[in-house]
């Protein structure tokens, strides 16, 4: 089935570790978002990237990372430099070309910090 | 930049009955998207509802409709004949048209107002 794949579902990681999550995607899709979901404060755009080697930062950028060296793939990095990185992470992708803009969305990726 | 006002953090219905959730945005853009995303206790958010800003008429998608007002910057939700299965967490989200420049794919979401429908 045609989808969106985040690994790992729970995670975490001692303070000053870094971690990257993963995101599969199989819809063809050109577009690949991810963001951030914290209680009472919706989602917050933290990268998006448009096209393969091509990403930009959104709202909340600072401590995290993203390469996008495969069209199916956009995977997160959460450094050390991130002060508060306990969160709910999603993973989303759209298909640019049908200018419909819906997105879709994997199932998410807890992060604890201990 | 754009914003997304959800004034209503939590609401309830019994089954059955309608049910209409708020929301508010604010832009200086012209042409744009608007959507309804729901994501239940499951968490995998999913889309209810899409809006084009240039279309007049209401969107509609079986049980869910809308109330789009465009000079009002407002964009409800009403869900008719609620089921147990509605109960989860809406937000109502702003993307810009694809032709609008920097920012256009972003999707702006409100802060989600959570309903729970009550046998």
């Known amino acids: 089935d045609g989808g969106i794949t985040q690994s790992p579902k729970y995670l975490f990681r001692k303070e000053g570790q870094n971690v990257t999550l993963s995101c599969e995607q199989n819809?063809?899709?050109?577009?690949m978002y991810w963001y951030r979901q914290d209680p009472g404060q919706g989602l917050r755009l933290i990268y998006y990237?448009?096209?393969?080697?091509?990403?930009q930062k959104g709202d909340i950028a600072e401590g995290y990372s993203v390469s996008r060296e495969k069209k199916e793939s956009f995977p997160l990095t959460v450094t050390s430099a991130q002060k508060n990185p306990t969160a709910f992470y999603l993973c989303a992708s759209s298909a640019v070309a049908l200018n419909t803009g819906e997105l879709f969305f994997g199932e998410g990726s807890r992060l604890t910090v201990l | 930049a754009q914003t997304v006002t959800q004034s209503q953090p939590e609401m309830s219905v019994q089954e059955a009955e309608t049910v209409t959730l708020s929301c508010t945005y604010d832009t200086s853009e012209s042409n744009y998207y608007l959507f309804w995303y729901k994501q239940p206790p499951s968490r995998q958010m999913i889309l209810v509802i899409r809006q084009e800003a240039y279309k007049q008429q209401n969107a509609t998608e079986n049980r869910f409709s809308v109330n789009f007002q465009k000079a009002a910057k407002s964009f409800s939700l009403k869900i008719s004949d609620s089921q147990l299965g509605d109960t989860a967490m809406y937000f109502c989200?702003?993307?810009?048209?694809?032709?609008?420049?920097?920012?256009?794919?972003?999707?702006?979401f409100g802060k989600g107002t959570k309903l729970s429908v009550i046998p």
């Open positions: 819809l063809n899709h050109d577009a």
């Open positions: 990237s448009q096209i393969v080697n091509d990403f």
């Open positions: 989200a702003f993307m810009k048209h694809k032709y609008s420049g920097a920012g256009s794919y972003q999707l702006t």
